[in-house]
DNA sequence: AATTTTTACTTAAACGTTTAAGCATTTTAT
DNA sequence: ATAAAATGCTTAAACGTTTAAGTAAAAATT
């Protein structure tokens, strides 16, 4: 059991004060005027004794922890969790750590979380915001503490924001349907208001008006967040059974396999009976039998975009409003089916 | 942008010390012979001026930080990050919170993070070590901070850790393989010399031998952690141009994918031509055309478990070393067809 | 009435840093 | 030879808590 170094005793090893250790072991010696034989005699005492900063005590001085607060729906999600891996690297790359929680879309989890994030005195948030949590973000704000927001965000634009072009990646996805000449296209959307699903649902509906197809309200399957199981279950189940649509779109991955569990209940074959697509990625596309083809958000971009703003934010450079849009691509498969 | 509120800006508001405003919201009126009157002003200052302990400071006078270093792999692997997301909500209700890195199977990365949570005094470690770290570990432990293994452990048991049987767990999977007829039994493994990868392979042999098979070394198929995809690809791809196996045994989720995508490649039927089975579960597994049967770790109590743990020693409660044992089980579905 | 006990606070040190300001020496300039 | 400047350190305060120890006044005991 090895005893904690500190500053103060490598100073009494030596005999000198605890302010000229700090300043040589900071890199201050010339600013410090430290002598330099002095200046080795510590390193290398801070070397034998293994001297380890004590980073807790450094924040309290300096009030800032190098400390990232991540909060998303859910890190076991498949889009979060790999959002979070590149967030962790280019976070340990510019000094930061990230600490983490999971809101499972719920504004009170989420408060929660923020709370305890301030408590310990992150730098910054970076959060994929639960609905109706506009006020949260506002009083973050208000606070000085600076905050990206990734993936979703809010109608108006008074937050840093790093997100997809959701409307038009929507509407090339549901085009690429109606190029393949499907005329009954449902999709299957959270009932959410935020924006990223606004934007979406709107793109599906641009791309209907453009293929001269009409929106009908019957066709667009709402979800709660809560119920998701269930909602596209029985949503989406009135669709297929009889069958009354020829494609579906998906908002998101997690309702794409869900809904893919029921379309293999009703045994409907991919694409020759209905032709689908999905937002975002997942494994499992690759696995299905007729692979799905998928809008990829650019996560890696995302991620070390979301970052750099908010260090950039926390060092005070950039001024102006964020809002950065990343090029999201349809991966074009089998799913979609042109009935060639 | 309000200002921060410390215990001395209540104290100076009420004209009173700081100690007794700490006493007081500390809830140690009592000990302290606070008034109640004085009490009362004092919680109620406190909430109308917003008072936020910082935790930090809190930290630095107490030692503790209630922080956990969870280190994995990579946190995008859902295996992983499903873990984490238990280790999060179990942590965040003992009130601890968690930061996390992502190893890369890589020693020094491995080093290196365990170096940024030590300076940053973590309470305690989750680790799922990476191949040729025990140093670390029993250095951490010389130092005094609880560590706690999950998933995958060393030979000699001298640091606690959470895993599943996995040498029964194997056997069991192999054994349902031989029980469906296969006779050509391989095993895709990582080369690791790591507990858990050694027991997943003693576990394989063991159902061969059980089998009166033989063990064929030439059947199992070795991969290096840094050259997943190539090893699985051509080790594996070797054994199915032209097939000489009826059957193969996956000894993680990721080997799985991976050599999904090479028998794919290869055209086979599964499960005519090829029965299989994997070590831990994949969302992609529902959605191969044969359902894929899998062994299913109780990441639930894997991850409960160890946060209990860690606390438990952290609070120095529980003495004996601990050597939890997880009960994993077999789902069994069509890919690893019984010829009936 | 004098002593002890209890009550209701305050003082002060400590946790491990950082950093402005201070103070002898020594060196350089005049 | 003296003043000014440079060198090489130290002192001390601060960050926001916690908590042992101290103190003065009021209440209880003798």
């Not at 504004?107 to 305890?116: N, R």
């Not at 408590?119 to 949260?136: G, L, Y």
């Not at 997100?163 to 996805?173: F, I, K, V």
Request: aromatic letters at 8%; glycine letters at 6%; a positive charge.
């Amino acid at each position: 059991m090895e005893k904690k170094v500190s500053l103060k005793d490598i100073a009494h090893h030596l005999g000198v004060s605890v302010a000229l250790v700090s300043y040589v072991l900071n890199g201050k010696e010339k600013q410090a005027r430290v002598g330099a034989e002095m200046a080795e005699k510590v390193r290398r005492a801070a070397r034998e004794l293994n001297y380890r900063p004590n980073l807790v005590a450094r924040s309290l001085q300096s009030g800032k922890t190098r400390t990232i607060g991540l909060i998303v729906a859910d890190i076991s999600n498949p889009f979060f969790s790999s959002i979070a891996r590149i967030i962790e690297d280019q976070a340990k790359k510019l000094g930061y750590v990230v600490i983490f929680g999971s809101s499972d879309e719920n504004d009170e989890k989420q408060q929660d979380l923020i709370e305890v994030f301030l408590n310990r005195k992150v730098d910054a948030f970076i959060i994929s915001p639960a609905v109706n949590t506009e006020k949260q973000i506002i009083s973050l704000q208000k606070m000085g503490i600076p905050v990206v927001l990734i993936d979703r965000y809010f109608k108006e634009q008074w937050v840093d924001v790093v997100h997809s072009n959701n409307h038009a990646a929507a509407e090339q996805a549901v085009s690429q349907l109606v190029r393949n000449g499907r005329k009954k296209i449902a999709m299957v959307a959270y009932d959410s208001p935020l924006q990223h699903m606004e934007e979406r649902r709107a793109g599906y509906k641009a791309a209907l008006e453009a293929g001269n197809l009409g929106f009908r309200p019957e066709w667009l399957v709402p979800v709660a967040y809560t119920r998701m199981d269930r909602d596209v279950r029985e949503g989406l189940g009135k669709l297929l059974e009889p069958l009354q649509i020829d494609a579906v779109f998906f908002a998101t991955n997690s309702l794409a396999t869900a809904g893919l569990r029921r379309i293999n209940e009703a045994g409907l074959k991919i694409p020759q009976d209905l032709a689908l697509i999905s937002f975002d990625e997942n494994e499992a596309f690759d696995f299905f039998y007729a692979p799905v083809t998928y809008i990829s958000q650019s996560l890696d971009t995302i991620g070390k975009e979301a970052v750099e703003v908010v260090v950039d934010r926390i060092n005070g450079s950039r001024k102006a409003p964020v809002n950065k849009i990343v090029e999201a691509k349809l991966v074009v498969r089998e799913s979609c089916g042109s009935r060639k």
